[in-house]
């Protein structure tokens, strides 16, 4: 309770920023401020204390496994906004109001995480969501972030309505929106059960852009300015992911066997779409746009499965991918070319940027030492304990392949091409974090137990 009392007061402090404070470099260090606290209030619940002791009535819970998820993904925001602050001042010219939208995203986002009941998660999506569609439309002069907020409110709104009727099935079917509830009372799957059960995976993998629910992602990660769909495509994405497994497994997890196959075929899907339209994109923001949708195949697995290992791994999944696409989007949102030729001899004129992205695009592909690596280590272990599917696994592991050779190309564009320089204007701040990004994802990746343990503790 600590987190989401403190990540919407801070949101409203970050909007009081803007108007009191007339340094540019104030609003970045008040939320670089508020996401280390949002760290101590997430390790504060993780330990028990509550600073504020409200009853909750049992709508929301705070256990290790949440809070140290909170934990994880504040971690993330403090990379984020230390990465990305001067980018978001460059484009708007007023980042106070718009670090403050993505503090009230992160309300959403520890909501999404906590919830026990149904209307609760709904509460969470919205309050994540909405700031979102103004943060993907916030490049005022550019029609493709006009366009992309457009596409990212319609195609948002629809799947809520969709969510909405899932709900209203589910509560007139058990006269409940608790999730333990719903599990409980489940004694035939009646009709009103099962569509109600269908809607809520398809409004749930609209919004981790699952296929065949994926189509609004690329235009709007495309049009999106690149410092927001950084945001939005890892933390707001990893919570989306950890509030679709506990729904399923706290509200449906006696029915697994019967929706299994469903979650197989989206699973398999979002993988091949995902991987094969990367391998085809001439702008790594795009291609990243895309590998994505292929990464969200892989957290599918926690959804499959549903047992501890893929509850682990779902976490260390979220964690790594967030780290790693936070990283590659900093450095993208300061390049003047976005295509592949673009980087082109990136290691000879800036070879720090280049080691960095190195790192990251390996731990994205998997690469072993980097966290990448166990991340889909654990999804496709999770899959294998099932004893079930065992074609699903191969499959994953052949577009992980797939996922190797679109990630290189940009390896091989840094390192054995020769280019132009290109003016990527980097104070000794943004260098500092973009090492400590890395360095997190190689300890991850020799590590991976730290996180483990953080979400057993």
């Known amino acids: 309770m600590n987190s989401i009392i403190l990540s919407a007061l801070w949101g409203v402090l970050m909007m009081y920023t803007g108007v009191v404070s007339r340094s540019n470099k104030a609003p970045g260090i008040m939320a670089a401020l508020g996401a280390a606290l949002l760290m101590g209030a997430a390790w504060l619940d993780l330990n028990g204390v509550s600073l504020a002791p409200f009853d909750l009535h049992g709508m929301l819970e705070f256990p290790p496994y949440v809070s140290g998820f909170i934990l994880l993904m504040s971690l993330c925001l403090l990379l984020y906004v230390l990465l990305s602050n001067d980018e978001i001042d460059r484009l708007t010219g007023h980042s106070a109001d718009y670090l403050a939208l993505i503090f009230f995203v992160m309300t959403g986002v520890i909501i999404v995480a906590s919830f ?16 979102l569609y103004i943060l993907a439309a916030s490049d005022k002069r550019n029609l493709k972030s006009n366009e992309a907020g457009l596409k990212y409110f319609l195609m948002g709104s629809f799947s809520t309505g969709i969510m909405l009727m899932g709900i209203a099935l589910l509560y007139g079917s058990f006269g409940t929106f608790y999730t333990a509830a719903l599990n409980i009372g489940f004694l035939a799957l009646s ?27 690329p235009d709007v990660y495309d049009g999106t300015p690149s410092v ?9 994405k990893a919570a989306a992911f950890f509030g ?4 399923f497994e706290g509200a449906f997890g006696k029915l697994h066997e019967q929706w299994q196959i469903l979650t197989a075929i989206i699973t398999a899907a979002t993988l091949l779409i995902g991987n094969l339209t990367a391998v085809f994109q001439q702008s790594v923001k795009r291609m990243l746009a895309y590998s994505s949708i292929a990464q969200a195949g892989f957290m599918m697995f926690a959804l499959f499965a549903m047992n501890a290992t893929a509850r682990q791994g779902l976490v260390l999944y979220g964690v790594s991918y967030s780290l790693a696409t936070i990283g590659v989007f900093a450095v993208l949102a300061k390049m003047k070319d976005q295509t592949f030729e673009g980087f082109n001899g990136l290691a000879t004129h800036k070879p720090f940027l280049a080691l960095m992205l190195t790192v990251y695009l390996l731990s994205l592909a998997g690469i072993p030492l980097t966290a ?32 190797i050779y679109y990630y290189f190309r940009v390896i091989q564009a840094m390192y054995f091409k020769e280019g132009a320089d290109q003016e990527v204007e980097t104070s000794s701040g943004f260098r500092a974090t973009l090492l400590v990004t890395a360095v997190i994802i190689v300890l991850l990746g020799v590590h991976p137990d730290w996180v483990i343990a953080l979400v057993n503790y």
């Open 244 to 247: 679709f497994l506990r729904l």
């Open 191 to 217: 009709p009103l059960t099962l569509a109600g059960i269908v809607l809520l995976m398809v409004s749930m993998a609209f919004k981790v852009s699952a296929a065949p629910f994926h189509f609004w992602t």
């Open 372 to 403: 990448g690596f166990f991340a889909k280590y654990y999804m496709l272990l999770a899959a294998l304990k099932t004893g079930q599917m065992l074609w699903l696994v191969i499959l994953a592991v052949l577009s992980a392949a797939v996922g």
């Open 116 to 131: 026990k009941t149904l209307l609760m998660m709904f509460l969470g999506v919205e309050i994540m969501s909405i700031p």
């Open 228 to 236: 927001f769909t950084s945001f939005m495509a890892t933390i707001v």
